[in-house]
T-cell receptor, first 111, second 112 residues
């Protein structure tokens, strides 16, 4: 099982719709979880951290399910500017050695 | 200047050249990283430095040689590279090894 797995997509979604991505991770000792966003030919940028209790930032909601070892990202009322690749990120080997990045899910918001 | 900066932004080199990539972070962080991102592949961690000490070398070929003279600067020295080394090389920094990482804009490298 890969350390971090994501559906690469692309997800083609009409503007205004709600879209959700899941990501699974293999290391049950992982403690830190993040969603990053990467635009074409640009560096990844932090979108939000993922907390055990779940967290919301505007139109974005992140959830963590430790029992099933998956993380989700929900985007409501999607905008054209949400088109990007969304990277699921998990800390490695219990936290000693940095972060592992998923391959990313490509999202295309269509007008 | 703020955040994480990288120079050069683009680099074309032959297989016999020697070049260096530079990264500088202005965030007061104590950990710095080099990543490689090839087309259609996930980010690959290359090296990790904590407080100037290398704590991880992720089986990177010796033609890539990192250097971290202080907590704010990180270099990646390149020599006798192969065409398959062409990629986007990203530098990142964080306050601790499990904390949020902030990325520089990357150096897009082409090896001919």
């Amino acid at each position: 099982r890969k350390e971090v797995e994501q559906d690469p997509g692309p997800f083609n979604v009409p503007e205004g719709a709600t879209v959700a991505f899941n990501c699974t991770y293999s290391n049950s000792a992982s403690q830190s979880f993040f969603w990053y966003r990467q635009d074409c030919r640009k560096e990844p940028k932090l979108l939000m951290s993922v907390y055990s209790s779940g967290n919301e930032d505007g139109r974005f909601t992140a959830q963590l399910n430790r029992a099933s070892q998956y993380i989700s990202l929900l985007i409501r009322d999607s905008k054209l500017s949400d088109s990007a690749t969304y990277l699921c990120v998990v800390n490695r080997r219990g936290g000693a050695d940095g972060l592992t990045f998923g391959k990313g899910t490509h999202l295309i918001i269509q007008p | 200047e703020t955040g994480v900066t990288q120079t050069p932004r683009h680099l074309v080199m032959g297989m016999t050249n020697k070049k260096s990539l530079k990264c500088e972070q202005h965030l007061g962080h104590n950990a710095m990283y080099w990543y490689k991102q090839s087309a259609k592949k996930p980010l690959e961690l290359m090296f990790v430095y904590n407080f100037k000490e290398q704590t991880e070398n992720n089986s990177v070929p010796s033609r890539f040689s990192p250097e971290c003279p202080n907590s704010s600067h990180l270099f990646l020295h390149l020599h006798t590279l192969q065409p398959e080394d062409s990629a986007l090389y990203l530098c990142a920094s964080s306050q601790g090894s499990v904390e949020t990482q902030y990325f520089g804009p990357g150096t897009r490298l082409l090896v001919l």
